[in-house]
């Protein structure tokens, strides 16, 4: 059994088929899977897919691609979303240097006022960090996102930067790219990472792992991720998805 600690089954992608998936997926031994918002419009659907299956949670924030088109007046909303029982954290939020979709001065914003939802409410946060590592640093430790929880979604920091989450306590969650022939960097990070502060995470539909790279992504693949990781580790698969699944219940606080 393991957990997804970051899907994205609200995309369109799965509207032809998202109920046949979600039967597939708990078939292959996925016990839970925490789906992460983007703006007010997937937090909406997301919620509603929450109600509707029970394995299901969410995650209620705005990512920093939708920063831009994001409105201050529509913060009340987001937090009200975020306070429903079925939303284990604010997310995603953070920054994108690589794609730039949003001002950079807003992005920050936005996931400023996000991190202080979180403490807020006091629920952790899951961040989005893409060529931003410096400025996501700073801006975690200076709004204190280590008294809410913090976990880094699709880590793809340097191992010194590991080294610097680990010293704060944060979590990160790895995916596919840990499959790809590029994966050195990543590699390289996770043996400073110890395994009890690992979460595995498809963020489908994208980042699908080798062998089915170019793919739609579902959690049914998890275990190629998983199997990657007990290699990395040198531990069994069996212990990757124990400890990572623990990890996943205690940092959203399922039971
Ligand atoms: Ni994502």
Do not use: W
């Amino acid at each position: 059994m393991f957990i997804d600690a970051h899907a994205h089954y609200e995309d369109e992608a799965f509207d032809a088929d998202r109920v046949e998936i979600f039967e597939k997926i708990q078939k292959a031994g996925c016990e839970a899977v925490i789906d992460a918002a983007q703006d007010v419009k997937t937090a909406e659907l997301i919620l509603s897919m929450a109600e509707q299956y029970p394995f299901l949670y969410a995650n209620i924030g705005v990512h920093p691609h939708c920063a831009a088109l994001f409105k201050d007046e529509d913060m009340g909303e987001i937090e009200e979303m975020a306070k429903h029982p079925k939303c284990v954290a604010v997310g995603e939020i953070g920054l994108d240097y690589h794609y730039d979709f949003s001002p950079r001065d807003r992005q920050k914003q936005v996931f400023r006022e996000h991190i202080r939802l979180a403490r807020k409410i006091s629920k952790p946060v899951v961040v989005h960090d893409r060529e931003a590592h410096q400025d996501t640093l700073d801006i975690l430790q200076e709004e204190k996102a280590d008294e809410c929880g913090c976990l880094i979604h699709c880590y793809s920091g340097s191992r010194e930067m590991a080294k610097i989450i680990m010293k704060r306590d944060y979590y990160v969650s790895i995916g596919g790219a840990v499959t790809f022939k590029n994966a050195r960097h990543i590699i390289e990070a996770l043996e400073v990472i110890p395994l009890e502060r690992i979460l595995l995470e498809t963020d489908c539909p994208y980042m699908t792992p080798v062998p089915y790279r170019g793919k739609r992504n579902d959690s049914e693949l998890i275990p190629f991720t998983a199997k990657k990781i007990a290699e990395i580790k040198s531990v069994s698969l069996d212990s990757v998805f124990e400890i990572t699944r623990n990890n996943t219940k205690d940092f959203f606080g399922l039971k």
